[in-house]
């Protein structure tokens, strides 16, 4: 059973930063041979994916976010990571990290991410 946690998300100033993080256990191989991403979802908006990193770290981004986000993973670890500078109140959103383009896996409860002006 995969499970996928995500944390780091919280309160902060427009201009501020976070840095979310995501672990995925119960994965075996899936983590390391498949290409993953941040998903976000905002209130009355559908998910749409805003970052994401094949396994030899190539990344893209959307335009939305584009030299604001930084996306890593530790293969290692199972775990991914979103840094997100120059933050704006349109980035709020529950974040969900899954694989990329599409979520595969079961969605993870998400990390609540609250921009204020």
């Known amino acids: 059973q995969v499970q996928v946690v995500e944390s780091g998300g919280g309160l902060v100033q427009a201009g501020g930063s976070l840095r979310l993080s995501c672990v995925v256990s119960?994965?075996?191989?899936?983590?390391?041979?498949?290409?993953m991403g941040w998903h976000r979802q905002a209130p009355g908006k559908q998910r749409e994916l805003v970052a994401s990193?094949?396994?030899?770290?190539?990344?893209n981004y959307a335009d939305s976010v584009k030299g604001r986000f930084t996306i890593s993973r530790d293969n290692a670890k199972n775990t991914m990571y979103l840094q997100m500078n120059s933050l704006k109140p349109e980035d709020t959103a529950v974040y969900y990290c899954?694989?990329?383009?599409?979520?595969?896996?079961?969605w993870g409860q998400g990390t609540q991410v609250t921009v204020s002006s």
């Open positions: 119960g994965s075996g191989s899936i983590f390391s041979i498949r290409a």
């Open positions: 899954n694989t990329a383009p599409y979520g595969y896996l079961n």
């Open positions: 990193i094949t396994t030899g770290a190539i990344t």
